[in-house]
């Protein structure tokens, strides 16, 4: 059995989320490569369908989750601290837009200087060029995000407050796509706001959701004393992953097939409704739940663990690097359409490549430091 404790008792660090966030980075990364450098077949292919119905339940919306989880449990958790944050993430959004655009441009010149230019490769370069530039990543939204709870912090919002936030974020997401405008520079706003148009990868004000539901969850763990969190993460995660189960069940019974399945999935990531932010909600804290009773047989693995750990401390840079490392192997292969195998194996390498290039990064600051 478990109790909430009136006074919050378990203020440590929960190692489940290092689990969770370190497998986290690891699927993204996989999933980018259809993303990026897949051929037409490859982006069509059941295998990637599959991957991203499967990843979707959680995906961006794990990351969302485990942001306002974690702005419970850091020591800078006070409102200055958030609005630091979010204007810090707001500026790596334009300087990773410039950074991918640029180190694409490079590759793809030196590749030319090398072999000539490939043909129809140039009306891909100009497009992906420009798709750079104006692409919104996870660093615009977990900046506006912080913004917004450092404003919830400012005026001590309840936590019942995060919840009904959360609903009613839910409640309005479908109807936000009727916010669209002729006004191509307004347009543009609003769909990285409220996904309009949907011609954005991600728009801010949907994902809203699981960032309060994060801060929710964390508050609630934080009167768990250590010693009961498998007997709580027994009953939520048998109730939760009922719920998600039922939802997905019903999903695939409404949207039969792979494509219908994967269509869908499409559909509600990016402007989520309410029965898709429970259906996450449940699906996350099932994650969480697993990754609790993981961790005695990860821990064994001290490879394994170190570098889940690392990927959960580093998971901004991480995701900053891989991209840009991805749009390079696209300017070097003269956008070249990679298969499915390709694909996976090329996950592997850039996983491996990203982990170099942060570890280089991190030592080079330490010295600089120093």
């Not at 190692?15 to 370190?22: I, N, Q």
């Not at 409704?273 to 259906?279: A, E, P, R, S």
């Amino acid at each position: 059995m478990f109790s909430l404790k009136e006074k919050e008792v378990n203020t440590g660090r929960q190692r489940e989320l290092d689990l969770v966030k370190g497998f986290l980075m690891i699927m993204i990364v996989f999933i980018h490569s259809f993303q990026t450098i897949a051929g037409a077949a490859a982006a069509e292919s059941s295998v990637h369908k599959i991957m991203f119905a499967l990843f979707m339940p959680t995906g961006a919306c794990l990351y969302l989750f485990t942001m306002g989880f974690g702005s419970v449990f850091t020591r800078h958790s006070q409102p200055k601290d958030m609005v630091r944050n979010g204007i810090k993430l707001l500026i790596y959004q334009g300087i990773s837009n410039l950074c991918y655009a640029a180190v694409m441009t490079v590759s793809y010149a030196i590749r030319n200087s090398i072999t000539g230019e490939v043909a129809g490769s140039r009306e891909v370069f100009e497009a992906s060029r420009y798709s750079m530039l104006t692409f919104v990543n996870i660093f615009f939204i977990s900046g506006m995000c912080y913004l917004v709870l450092a404003l919830y912090r400012k005026f001590n919002v309840k936590l019942g407050g995060y919840i009904i936030s959360a609903l009613i974020v839910g409640i309005v997401t479908p109807f936000t796509k009727l916010l669209v405008s002729d006004n191509q520079a307004l347009n543009w706003l609003l769909d990285m706001t409220f996904g309009g148009k949907g011609e954005t990868s991600f728009c801010f004000f949907p994902y809203l959701s699981y960032v309060f539901l994060g801060y929710v969850f964390a508050k609630v763990i934080r009167r768990v004393p250590e010693d009961e969190k498998g007997a709580f993460y027994k009953k939520s995660g048998l109730v939760c992953g009922i719920v998600a189960a039922a939802w997905f069940v019903i999903c695939i019974v409404m949207h039969p097939g792979v494509d219908g399945f994967f269509n869908y999935m499409i559909e509600q990531y990016r402007t989520p409704g309410l029965v898709k932010v429970v259906g996450t909600f449940c699906s996350i804290i099932l994650v969480f739940a697993v990754a609790f009773f993981l961790m005695p047989i990860i821990e064994k693995w001290k490879f394994v663990y170190n570098k889940l750990c690392y990927y959960s401390r580093q998971i901004s840079k991480m995701y900053a690097v891989h991209i840009g490392v991805y749009w390079t192997i696209a300017g070097f292969a003269a956008f070249y359409k990679f298969s499915v195998r390709d694909c996976l194996i090329l996950s592997v390498v850039v996983l491996i490549v990203t982990d170099l290039f942060v570890q280089g990064y991190l030592k080079l600051t330490d010295k600089l430091k120093g």
